[in-house]
């Protein structure tokens, strides 16, 4: 297990004790999955549905749509590629009416 050796590490950055699993780590009364070595810290409603597909077949069909809006992010980042994309936080805002 990659955290093994990093116990000591993970219960300074909670500020408790943490109780390690093959799949999982428990902070108090927080269990985060892992996959491949990554810690989820995502709330299950948050999931994107490649991890909740990982974490239960069933979640992936189950899980709550993304809290952006995925349409207005794609024609806003169709707008900005069509006059030759955002070159600097500035132009970004600027489109933004920032």
Known sequence: ?????????LEDLWGKPVELHQDK?????QVYPIIDDVIILLEPS????????????????????????????????SAVESVGGATSSRTAALWLGL
Not at 2 to 8: G, T
Not at 25 to 29: A, E, F, Q, R, T
Request: proline share 11%; hydrophobic share 45%.
């Open 46 to 77: 948050e999931y994107p549905p490649s991890i909740a597909q990982r974490l239960s077949p069933q979640a992936a069909h189950a899980a709550a749509p993304p809290a952006i809006a995925t349409d207005i992010q794609y024609t806003f980042g």
């Open 1 to 9: 297990m990659y955290y093994a050796d990093k116990l000591a590490i």
């Open 25 to 29: 780590l428990i902070v108090g009364s």
